[in-house]
T-cell receptor
């Protein structure tokens, strides 16, 4: 059963610690994306990757880093430089040109 | 600067009636529009899309209308069912390789009462 797996579903960290969110897909999609959702706002793009070993900043990349060493995996690291890291993080992937994004079920990160 | 706006945070309709969800955009470069549906604690699920070369796209009970001159799109659900109760978000993208770079609205909570 193909899909996008994000783990863990809930994550708690202390302020000042880096944390890495996992995203794995078995849809054989080339492109992968990270979005962030905050209450009352639309999803905002953090980073995206259209091919292995290449990625670009989205609209709110500051304080985040990513890697794309394998087609199936696109982990997101929330660094201590991110001023407001508490949010709901969604990973997505896309197959052929002009196909819609498929989303994972998200990771809710709480930093205290 | 919010380029995609859904001005109604919530909408309540009776089962069997029509649900109309609205979305406005400001960026004239947007040429591909999508609607996503989201249940609590889940990721968004793609519902329906429309290219700017069309003004209507239909899929079963769901129809999306695009008015380019008004920079407005709407999603019609007919007839509405209780299982349609969810958060509906519109999204837009510009052309070329940017198709995956979606700009989302804030979402509208639809509640369909039996």
């Amino acid at each position: 059963d193909g899909g996008i797996t994000q783990s863990p579903k809930y994550l708690f960290r202390k302020e000042g610690q880096n944390v890495t969110l996992s995203c794995e897909q078995n849809l054989n999609h080339d492109a992968m994306y990270w979005y962030r959702q905050d209450p009352g706002q639309g999803l905002r793009l953090i980073y995206y990757s259209q091919i292995v070993n290449d990625f670009q900043k989205g609209d709110i990349a500051e304080g985040y880093s990513v890697s794309r060493e394998k087609k199936e995996s696109f982990p997101l690291t929330v660094t201590s430089a991110q001023k407001n890291p508490t949010a709901f993080y969604l990973c997505a992937s896309r197959g052929i040109y002009n196909s819609p994004l498929h989303f994972g079920n998200g990771t809710r990160l709480t930093v205290t | 600067d919010q380029q995609v706006k859904q001005n109604s945070p919530s909408l309540s309709v009776q089962e069997g009636r029509i649900s109309i969800l609205n979305c406005d955009y400001t960026n004239s470069m947007f040429d591909y529009f999508l609607w996503y549906k989201k249940y609590p604690a889940e990721g968004p699920t793609f519902l329906i899309s429309i290219s700017s070369i069309k003004d209507k796209n239909e899929d079963g009970r769901f129809t999306v209308f695009l008015n380019k001159s008004a920079k407005h799109l709407s999603l019609h659900i007919v007839p509405s069912q209780p299982g349609d109760s969810a958060v509906y978000s519109c999204a837009a993208s510009a052309g070329g390789t940017s198709y995956g770079k979606l700009t989302f609205g804030q979402g509208t909570i639809l509640t369909v009462h039996p």
